[in-house]
């Protein structure tokens, strides 16, 4: 079989400390725990082999995969030798294709130039930098380590060990921004040249720090027209700064769109490794255990750590890809989703369909269906009506 450009995930979950409006699965690291890193480390590798082993009885490995991101959490913790070790036991277990994109995200002031280097020269070809402001009052509020200092700083630490493809994570939308002050951290974004941006816009997610202060009502975010000013500010100003926006919160410079990313959006297969990590592959979706002790456990008996899988009919598999599609500019293809699962888009959607194009929150061109501008601002909504 061949499997349509697949990826590879890995999970670092580990932090210096926890944002409050984080939601992601990642433990505080106790200061100096080498020992907790190299235990995890060792697990991981042992996940990559047992994946490995599960591939090939399953007849399911793929000629080769088109992309490797390590995520976390904050995998630039990590010291240069277990990156090293990571990509080494991916590589000679998954066959990566010639050019694969490979990226790590990184936390400004966790790593040094000398580490960057080494990620370079050990195949690493792309950086996502969590910048996330470039105003000091507001990375403190967001209860982040770094400085806007250290964002430009590690900028200027990529390129000279010889990253031309990064990104920058901006988030916006944060408690008491105001317009002006969202403009400042995008401006000085552009100013460094990313290849890439990402502009999420702050959510309150449930559990955090930030959800129990804005239930006690110590936590204002902007308004919602302001929000949206910001959204529409910011497409205009990328838009003129010659980046493609081609995805909902994502811009990039011609050739550099996030290749991983991509594979979520278009709903193809990949393999999720480490604690927490989810996989989709050949309609089946499963997720890893989140517990670290459990996942270290279960890999030293060569158990694979899965704590979760589903298998999703075509209909379900159709409906997703639909739902995740929509988050790119450029839509679906209606004849290419109908051919890829053998189902008819209309017969299973079009009274939900016709009534997003009535209410102008979709728009069908030449056999692709695609969020409109409005639809942009109301994506939620109209994703759910594929669920
Ligand atoms: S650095 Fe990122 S993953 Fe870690 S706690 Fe903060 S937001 Fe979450």
Redesign the pocket.
């Known amino acids: 079989m061949r499997i349509d450009r697949p990826g590879i995930y890995v999970h670092i979950p580990f932090?210096l400390?926890?944002?409050p409006?984080?939601d992601?699965v990642?433990y505080p690291l106790e200061p100096g725990d080498a020992g907790g890193l190299q235990a995890y480390v060792d697990a991981l590798v042992q996940e990559v082999s047992l994946r490995k082993d599960w591939l090939e009885a399953v007849e399911l490995m793929p000629e080769a995969f088109f992309s490797l991101y390590i995520g976390?959490?904050?995998p630039s913790l990590l010291e240069a030798n277990h990156i090293a070790r990571i990509l080494e036991s991916v590589i000679s277990c998954f066959p990566l294709k010639t050019g694969a994109e490979i990226t790590i995200e990184v936390?400004p002031g966790t790593s040094s130039l000398e580490e960057l280097r080494t990620w370079r020269r050990l195949g690493v070809n792309r950086l996502s930098i969590?910048a996330q402001s470039f105003d000091d009052t507001f990375l403190a509020r967001l209860?982040?380590i770094h400085t806007a200092r250290e964002v430009y700083q590690m900028v200027e630490w990529a390129r000279r060990a010889g990253f031309i493809n990064v990104s920058l994570d901006l988030m916006l939308g944060l408690p008491g921004q105001s317009l002006e002050n969202w403009q400042m951290t995008l401006t000085e974004a552009v100013g460094l040249r990313p290849r890439h941006l990402s502009c999420y816009e702050l959510t309150v997610e449930e559990s955090t720090p930030y959800c129990a202060l804005q239930a006690q009502g110590r936590l204002q975010l902007p308004p919602e027209d302001e929000v949206i000013a910001m959204l529409q500010w910011t497409h205009q100003y990328l838009t003129d700064s010659g980046y493609q926006h081609y995805e909902i919160s994502n811009y990039a410079l011609p050739g550099y769109e996030s290749r991983h990313n991509r594979i979520y959006w278009e709903n193809r297969w990949y393999i999720g490794l480490g604690a927490a990590a989810f996989s989709y592959w050949d309609g089946r979706r499963w997720g890893n255990t989140a517990g670290l002790e459990e996942y270290i456990r279960k890999l030293a008996a060569g158990i694979l750590p899965e704590a979760y899988s589903e298998r999703l009919d075509q209909k379900g598999q159709l409906g997703e890809t639909i739902m995740l599609g929509l988050r790119l500019r450029e839509g679906v293809s209606i004849p290419e989703l109908e051919a890829r699962f053998g189902l008819s888009v209309w017969e299973l959607w079009e009274e939900e369909i016709t009534g997003l194009m009535e209410t102008g929150l979709l728009e069908l061109s030449q056999g692709r269906l695609r969020l409109t501008e409005r639809g942009l601002l109301l994506a939620n909504q109209v994703q759910a009506a594929f669920l």
């Open positions: 932090c400390r926890k944002c409006y984080c992601f990642s976390g959490g904050t936390n969590g209860g982040r």
